[in-house]
């Protein structure tokens, strides 16, 4: 259970930062507005200090002066410093009235403002953050009443809590809406104790988004500041909030140490207010620990609490709590009875993340209870709302596809019209001549011939053309069968078998043992799906624009032991040796992508057509103007038939030496892309003795 803290803006009332001023006349206090203001400021100091009884003393007294003197004002704060006090002792229905009554007798009071901000703020605390987001959204309304000394404070505090508001309802993309902008605020009130909330709350966000470092980043900053100023409601908040932060860290003894100091700051400020969240999140810990017996108690504590103050999501996360510790003790009936208490609090919050969770912790238990009934209704149910959600998604993606056909439509009129309109231009064109012609008669006949021989000519050029690009249309279609039917079988097997393999890690069939066995099989697996996909991109490129080549001085060193370091773990698994004795300073002139290309597919050739025991080897050999590579294998070598269609342009491909499969595009590509390097590559094989394949290339300098 995350602990909030929100900006209750008790210093910006009192209007000006005045000190308490105590005059004396005959041994009497001087009841004046200065005095009652100073008071006032000093419940604000009391509050954050965590001397709550002390606060409300000084409160009753502020408020019965400011009833004799007729202080108006010194009414309306008392009255917000009492539900700030309440607050902070979490008696939050009283904080309510208090509140509800202050707005209904100052309505035009330029603090309506706090009253809206604290208002709304009870009720996040209640767990309706629905209805808090309402009312701090009212109170933004009424922001321009402020004086603007207090307006950035004011603008960063309400902000800041809605934010919280908006994390709690697992929209988390608003809340950092709403922080970025509290920050901007609050960045120029220059205030230690605000600057210090600021950045509690920063760091709990960071929280529930499962980045616990910039978490500690920024709740560490919180907490010096806190300990700096003595600010004891600050340092209890941050030490809860960075021990839950230790916890998921798997920092087990710093978040007890901190936890423990949290516990002893609450009985500090709040000896009357029971300590609900540190006994729940210790209840947290201690399950994780696999303390249960300690952990079932201290939920049950905070449940027990929860329960006495009203406090809803408390008593939502510590039946959650309790229902987790039963799952893990595989007490699945009790788990259950807990869970169901779980969701009729996160049903009765219209929480959809809450419902979610519980959902399927639900089906979950039912499952392992046998209970299949229910199991299958709340995965039905959790399912159901996944598709909603989804639902909503799919709506927005197909309104931006409509809108784009709509204007691919509209082009597409657009260029029909224009055509139409060009070709009523050239008939227009052909009627003047045949005119003009008309009047000739001898010269009409001369150049109807002429034109009609002419338009001969055109139309046989234009089916000569045509017959070309039919063809070249074939083979395209041909070749996108092919690149389809490899995505659909050479790389959607090894992804559903990884899908399949994460299923059974989800539903812990398998065992850690058999995981680890799995894991090489899988990284093989994966590094063959990335050969074959960096093959069908660059083909596809290729095929669809042309892959400009930038001619560089590339270290060919570099590229080959990057090649050797990618495909050393297949060709570990298959038990081939790879050596490289490339001259660490030799340079060629290419282009770095391609000529990584190129070697990738010559040597995961080699270990593709090599069995276990074989070796290869790749040295260079240069001369005054060009860099031979050369990767020579031990493997099966390469037919005599086959060896016109190894660089051939229409796709081809052999299984290797374990059934592997590839593209038929790989070395055709390399071919393609070591020529406009101005290179060249061939290859010498004999059957069953091995291949070297030699890459010549253009040297960048003389070494």
Request: hydrophobic share 40%; no cysteine.
């Amino acid at each position: 259970m995350p602990l909030k803290v929100y900006l209750f803006l008790s210093l910006l009332l009192i209007g000006a930062t005045v000190q308490p001023v105590l005059a004396f006349q005959n041994d009497q206090v001087v009841k004046d507005s200065v005095y009652v203001r100073g008071l006032l400021n000093k419940v604000e100091t009391d509050i954050l200090e965590g001397n709550l009884m002390l606060a409300r003393q000084k409160t009753q007294l502020a408020d019965s002066l400011s009833d004799e003197i007729g202080f108006r004002d010194g009414k309306v704060i008392a009255m917000l410093r009492n539900a700030d006090i309440l607050i902070t002792e979490r008696n939050l229905d009283s904080a309510i009235v208090v509140l509800n009554n202050a707005i209904r007798l100052y309505p035009e009071s330029k603090r309506i403002v706090n009253f809206y901000n604290l208002l709304a703020a009870a009720y996040s605390n209640k767990g309706e953050e629905a209805r808090a987001i309402e009312i701090y959204e009212q109170a933004l309304k009424y922001i321009s009443r402020m004086d603007s000394v207090h307006y950035d404070r004011t603008n960063a505090a309400v902000r800041q809590n809605m934010a919280n508001a908006y994390v709690d309802l697992g929209q988390t993309t608003k809340a950092f809406e709403y922080y970025v902008d509290a920050v901007r605020f609050a960045e120029m009130t220059r205030d230690t104790a605000f600057w210090a909330t600021t950045l509690n709350n920063i760091g709990n966000a960071y929280n529930g988004e499962n980045n616990y470092e910039r978490a500690a980043f920024y709740l560490e900053k919180a907490m010096f500041l806190a300990e700096q100023k003595n600010l004891k409601n600050e340092l209890y908040r941050t030490s809860l909030n960075l021990a839950n932060t230790r916890t998921e860290q798997e920092r087990f003894d710093e978040a007890l140490s901190l936890y423990n100091q949290a516990l002893e700051l609450n009985n500090q400020i709040r000896p009357d207010s029971p300590p609900v969240i540190v006994m729940y999140n210790l209840g947290r810990l201690n399950g994780r620990l696999g303390n249960y017996e300690k952990a079932e108690s201290q939920f049950k504590e905070s449940l027990s609490y929860s329960e006495q103050m009203g406090i809803i999501q408390g008593a939502y996360y510590n039946n959650f709590g309790l229902g987790n510790l039963f799952y893990e003790m595989e007490r699945y009936e009790e788990a259950i009875q807990y869970y169901e208490a779980a969701r009729q609090i996160a049903e009765r919050l219209e929480a959809t993340p809450l419902i979610q969770d519980i959902r399927q912790k639900l089906y979950e238990a039912n499952r392992e209870a046998n209970r299949y009934e229910g199991a299958l209704q709340y995965l039905e149910l959790y399912k159901e709302l996944s598709d909603s959600l989804s639902s909503m998604e799919t709506t927005q993606a197909l309104a931006e596809l409509e809108n784009q056909l709509e204007l691919d439509r509209q082009n597409e009129v657009n260029r029909l019209l224009q055509d139409k309109q060009a070709q009523q231009e050239r008939q227009l064109h052909i009627q003047y001549i045949l005119i003009v012609v008309g009047a000739v008669v001898i010269l009409l006949i001369v150049v109807l011939l002429f034109m009609m021989r002419k338009t001969a000519r055109e139309r046989e050029e234009i089916n000569r053309k045509l017959e070309v690009q039919k063809e070249e249309l074939i083979e395209a279609n041909k070749a996108k069968d092919k690149l389809f039917a490899i995505i659909a079988h050479d790389l959607r097997t090894p992804m559903t078998s990884m899908q399949g393999l994460l299923h059974l890690i989800k539903d812990n069939v398998i065992s850690k043992d058999e995981l680890a066995q799995l894991i090489p099989e899988l990284e093989v697996s994966i590094q063959k799906n990335v050969n074959v996909m960096e093959d069908l991109l660059a083909w596809a490129k290729e095929q669809l624009s042309g892959v400009n080549m930038e001619i560089n001085p590339v270290n060919i060193h570099d590229v080959v032991e990057e090649i050797v370091s990618s495909q050393a773990f297949i060709a570990t698994k298959k038990g081939v040796d790879v050596k490289q004795y490339v001259s660490k300073s030799e340079e060629v002139l290419a282009d770095h992508n391609a000529l990584q290309l190129v070697v990738r597919n010559v040597i995961s050739n080699s270990i593709k057509f090599t069995n276990k025991g074989d070796k290869i080897e790749i040295k260079t050999e240069p001369n005054s103007h060009f860099t031979k590579l050369i990767i020579k294998d031990t493997g099966i070598g390469i037919p005599a038939e086959a060896a016109d269609k190894i660089f051939a342009t229409k796709a081809w491909t052999r299984e290797g030496t374990n059934k592997e499969k590839g593209t038929g595009f790989g070395l055709s590509l390399s071919k393609e892309f070591v020529e406009r390097m101005n290179g060249r590559i061939w290859f010498e094989s004999t059957e069953g003795e091995g291949s070297t394949f030699f890459i010549e290339l253009p040297k960048a300098s003389s070494n």
